[in-house]
């Protein structure tokens, strides 16, 4: 479903400030693989998602989405076969338009475009549906501003809206940082419960070591734009937060640099 292929990415080459953000990554994901990665700041994980996304392209390699070679493709006419969720609440939802209205802009996406009034009954029938998934009570407040939401309730829609294309491949781009923990809680717990029903491949960069051994199917840890270590579902489900930072001692040889990741 997902296949990158020595894919390399160069930042301000040839100046002072050069920086190698990827070094030849090779990575493929199944269908239905749910891949957590983990890493210090600066290791190349909002770099790897840019990439598969088209926001940024590779100075070498190849990336293969559902078996398309995308690599040239941009990220705008890419977006049919990706779903995304940011870190920030704010990024993934216009919050001067209401529930309803938003909603109506992501399930159209990937539809043709006619001159028919974009939220029929039967739509709005089908965005109670969906949002009484979540338990939220928001089927009951399609007129609110999103605005006005909670950052909790915001990514919720979100992870919402990144579903009604059906991707290929979904990203989660560190996306209950920015939340507390009860709301990060339950936004991870919305996330198992929406990978599973619609059986998603998914890509999911996290600072939580915790959360990257509870979700998914297979874990990899990045370092200075490599792939240090990839971890398959029999090995992670005897992992510990410990055992990670002893594994990257021994592959590093240095202690794992403490930001986020450690805090988490």
């Known amino acids: 479903m997902l296949k990158l292929s020595d894919v390399h990415k160069i930042f301000n080459e040839g100046t002072v400030d050069e920086k ?6 090779n990575l493929s994901l199944k269908k239905g693989d749910f891949v957590t990665i983990i890493g210090s700041n600066g290791a190349g994980k909002s770099t790897l998602m840019n990439i598969i996304s088209g926001l940024l392209t590779p100075d070498s390699g190849t990336v293969f989405i ?30 001067s338009m209401t529930i309803e209205e938003n909603l109506a802009m992501a ?10 009034f974009g939220v029929t009954s039967k739509r709005r029938e089908f965005f109670r549906e969906s949002l009484a ?7 009951d407040r399609l ?3 999103v605005g006005l939401l909670s950052g909790g309730e915001r990514q919720a829609i979100s992870l919402l809206m990144a579903t009604f294309t059906e991707p290929a491949i979904l990203l989660l781009d560190e996306h209950t940082a920015a939340l507390d923990p009860a709301r990060a809680q339950l936004i991870t717990e919305i996330t198992k419960d929406i990978v599973e029903k619609f059986e998603l491949t998914t890509l999911m960069v996290t600072h939580n070591m915790q959360q990257a051994l509870d979700l998914g199917n297979r874990l990899i840890m990045m370092d200075k734009g490599q792939i240090i270590l990839e971890v398959n579902e029999e090995e992670k489900n005897d992992l510990t937060i410990e055992r990670l930072l002893e594994e990257f001692q021994r592959i590093r040889g240095e202690k794992m ?3 986020r990741t450690l805090l988490a």
Request: no cysteine; hydrophobic share 30%.
């Open 143 to 145: 007129n609110a501003k």
């Open 257 to 259: 640099a403490t930001d």
């Open 20 to 25: 190698i953000a990827l070094n030849h990554i």
């Open 107 to 116: 399930y159209s996406r990937n539809k043709k475009r006619t001159l028919k």
């Open 66 to 95: 559902d078996g398309k070679n995308v690599t040239q493709i941009p990220e705008y006419k890419r977006s049919k076969l990706i779903g995304r969720v940011f870190q920030d609440p704010m990024s993934g939802t216009a919050p």
């Open 133 to 139: 998934t979540l338990n939220l009570g928001l089927e």
